[in-house]
């Protein structure tokens, strides 16, 4: 809060009893990594390095290690949050400018994820549903959810991650239907594109710059970073396996016209309870979009509150209410394909451009200032 | 009282979001096999309804209607239909003969669009129509349940391959790899055989191997866990369980190809004709075995190559094996490729008697 002061915002310790323990930051990247990108990933990822493709999966996930790793070091050097540190180098006015930019990417974040959803729930269950209805409904527990404050938040993102963990063990069953040789062989294709089908990933695995914002939240931050790295790491595997399980699934033909390869590998499986899994699937990926729409939204209405002063309570029902705005829009599968892409470059800009540079303008300003 | 209102309010919302179309079971006509076959220059589908009666034994009523595309002939029937007619709990694909010859993955996107249909959809082409078949009445617990026990229960203990939805649309999107179905056969008016298995060329049917060969073939594309052969070795006949088979294949040379295929089965003797089974015929019917499997084989791949079509994926083995395989080449090469067969068989158990 030193530095705080210096510049002359106001930004009041965070009391202790909002904050969260230094392992949840584990789940809350994980919840908001695996979203809606996970179902249907493998094709994208395929386009360029085919059967290779895994290997850019891991490459890319381990690429982020070295972003999270700029992140605290921005956070520790201006002891705050990316907003902090925005004010910190550019002044109160430029800084604040960039600040609000993360409202409306957040709120668009938001709204791409539940469109995912409801489109899928539209594609595969209920073709009827109404899309106002559900998104009402799903937002107002976003609402609730963030009412209770980040703690609140956290926790949710720590049960919609341990609940439905039973669903990888229903990958299993696809196994049986699986033929690894379709993985050989390895390095068949150029360094270029693996790099382009790294690339894709990427887009995947965005949503861990959720890190920059929750920072002042966390106790001990310190102690957190092996937990952030860590939930990291996790990611990177699960969804490095799942790009293994489902190359050897389909043929390459085959993946090529699935648009959700995930849910179609349930297609496969027979429980002698249910003659079709993808219900249950569906029905919990309702679980596990929780968090990444509770955190997004609370994001956004925590920035509007630093930058604008208002309210947590009532920045959260507007950026709930602008989010279902942009979700009547989002009535085609062009439109949500247009708002993934869209929000996936952002944060794509956010985390290999932007993150970096403000390291850097960090580093230069403290210098500047000291003399 | 704020609490209260909000409280409301969201009671309503929930109960809104109940508004979907409900399928009840009792209220819509399940389809559970559904069977194309061509007529004139329309395709005739035929849909399979099993109907529950109240002394709990099963009907089958069949839906005709004929059409150009799987879905508009589903669309057609319900024109004569009292309920809906849903396609979530589909057993089997039948496809007539004509049909299968002109290819049949246009119908099959029905299939796999649809995400109600599972994957584990058993196809079969028939010998004859499907409409045929579907006219019978076999087993007493519905036509749909008969007809994709019969395949299942051939997969899993018998001469029959794995094939289904998922498999199919797999060796037809797999590059170096043809398809196969079962092919069925009505022999009787109640009972439908399994007459061999369909060899597709790209989406086409063009050639089908006996029943008598099929052991051969599964041992080439698929693991044994269960299965049957009989041997004759010095004029004594004896049957084989095979327990457990797997295939290898090497690539041993590239231009111009050679392969070898080592096939490794697991055995034991299940009837004897002769008087004892000493150690000394156990080595006897196994070295039989060996060469006769080996030879069969050897005679199915041949007749692939000479068909040009490849149901056991020699062209995508080959493709693993290489890095920048070219597939433009391969083809040509394919029929030339030489196919060596040696095959391993232990014959472990002789049942409860000598």
Request: hydrophobic share 45%; aromatic share 12%; with cysteine.
């Given at each position: ?26 789940y809350v990247?994980?919840a ?30 381990l ?36 600040n609000?930019f ?34 009402s ?54 360094l270029?594109?693996?790099i ?24 001990e931050?310190?102690?957190?970073k ?18 293994i ?18 849910l179609?590998m ?80 952002l ?5 290999y ?8 303008s ?10 | 009282?704020?609490?209260?209102k ?12 109940g ?42 009523f ?46 099959l ?13 058993y ?16 087993g ?48 009787q ?6 007459a ?11 050639d ?80 039989q075995?060996e060469?006769?499997?080996?030879s ?11 068909k ?43 049942g409860?008697?000598?």
């Amino acid at each position: 809060m030193i530095i705080g002061r210096q510049v002359g915002i106001m930004h009041k310790p965070i009391q202790d009893r909002f904050k969260i323990s230094p392992f949840l930051p584990l789940y809350v990247i994980m919840a908001m990594q695996i979203g809606i990108g996970v179902l249907g990933f493998q094709r994208v990822v395929a386009k360029d390095a085919g059967n290779d493709a895994w290997i850019s999966v891991l490459g890319a996930g381990l690429i982020i290690h070295v972003i999270v790793w700029v992140m605290y070091k921005i956070c520790e050097t201006v002891q705050g949050d990316v907003l902090t540190a925005n004010v910190y180098v550019f002044g109160k006015i430029a800084g604040n400018a960039l600040n609000s930019f993360f409202i409306f990417y957040y709120i668009l974040t938001c709204a791409g994820v539940l469109g995912g959803l409801i489109e899928i729930i539209k594609v595969w269950m209920f073709p009827e549903l109404n899309t106002f209805v559900f998104a009402s409904v799903y937002l107002l527990l976003a609402v609730y959810i963030i009412n209770g404050g980040l703690r609140t938040v956290a926790g949710m993102a720590f049960f919609s991650l341990v609940l439905p963990a039973y669903l990888l063990l229903v990958f299993g069953l696809a196994v049986k239907h699986a033929d690894f040789t379709n993985l050989l062989p390895v390095f068949d294709h150029t360094l270029i594109d693996m790099i382009k089908s790294g690339y894709r990933m990427s887009l995947t695995y965005l949503g861990y710059d959720v890190l920059l914002f929750i920072y002042p939240f966390i106790k001990e931050p310190q102690k957190s970073k092996k937990w952030a790295h860590l939930g990291v790491f996790f990611t990177t595997i699960l969804y490095t396996v799942l790009a293994i399980l489902t190359f050897a699934y389909f043929s390459g033909g085959l993946l090529e016209k699935s648009i959700w390869p995930t849910l179609e590998m349930w297609k496969i499986v027979q429980l002698p309870f249910i003659e079709r899994f993808e219900y249950i699937g569906i029905a919990n990926w309702a679980i596990i979009i929780i968090p990444n729409v509770a955190i997004s939204l609370w994001v956004a209405s925590r920035v509007t509150k630093q930058v604008f002063h208002l309210k947590q309570r009532k920045g959260v029902i507007v950026a709930a209410l602008l989010c279902l705005g942009i979700l009547m829009f989002l009535n085609s599968r062009e439109r949500i394909n247009m708002v993934l892409d869209l929000t996936a470059l952002l944060s794509f800009a956010v985390s290999y451009l932007f993150i970096p540079f403000l390291y850097l303008s960090v580093l230069i300003a403290k210098k500047v200032k000291k003399k | 009282m704020r609490g209260q209102k909000l409280f409301l309010l969201l009671l309503s919302l929930m109960l809104l979001s109940g508004c979907v179309q409900k399928e009840v079971v009792d209220d819509v006509n399940i389809a559970v096999g559904i069977g194309l076959d061509k007529k004139d220059d329309q395709i005739l589908g035929s849909v399979m309804i099993p109907v529950y009666k109240t002394d709990r034994s099963i009907e089958n009523f069949t839906f005709t209607s004929k059409g150009t595309v799987t879905r508009d002939i589903i669309f057609q029937m319900s024109h004569k239909s009292s309920q809906p007619i849903v396609t979530g709990s589909l057993e089997v694909g039948l496809f007539g003969e004509e049909v299968a010859r002109e290819g049949i993955i246009e119908f099959l996107d029905a299939f796999q669009r649809d995400p109600s249909v599972g994957a584990r959809v058993y196809l079969a082409v028939v010998d004859g129509t499907a409409s045929e078949i579907f006219k019978g009445n076999y087993g007493d617990r519905g036509n749909a349940i008969y007809l994709s026990g019969l395949i299942q229960q051939n997969t899993e203990r018998g001469n029959m391959p794995l094939t289904n939805v998922h498999q199919f649309l797999f060796d037809f999107y797999q590059k170096g790899k043809d398809p196969f179905l079962p092919l069925l056969k009505k022999t009787q008016p109640d009972l439908v055989n399994i007459a061999g298995v369909a060899l597709f060329k790209d989406e086409k049917v063009i050639d089908s191997i006996p029943t008598s060969k099929m052991f051969y073939f599964k041992l080439l594309v698929d693991e044994y866990s269960e299965g049957t052969i009989k041997i004759k070795a010095d004029n004594k006949e004896s049957v084989i369980k095979s327990l457990k088979s797997k295939y290898k294949f090497r690539l041993k040379k590239r231009s111009p190809y050679e392969f070898d295929i080592h096939i490794n089965i697991d055995a034991l003797v299940s009837e004897y004709t002769g008087r004892t089974v000493s150690k000394k015929v156990v080595k006897k019917i196994e070295k039989q075995l060996e060469r006769q499997v080996a030879s069969e084989c050897t005679k199915l791949i041949k007749k692939f190559q000479e068909k040009n079509i490849d149901p056991i994926g020699l062209g995508h083995f080959a493709k693993t094996q290489t890095r920048g395989f070219d597939f433009t080449k391969w083809t040509e090469e394919y029929p030339n490729a030489e196919v060596k067969v040696s095959v391993d068989v232990s014959i472990a158990e002789v049942g409860v008697v000598e």
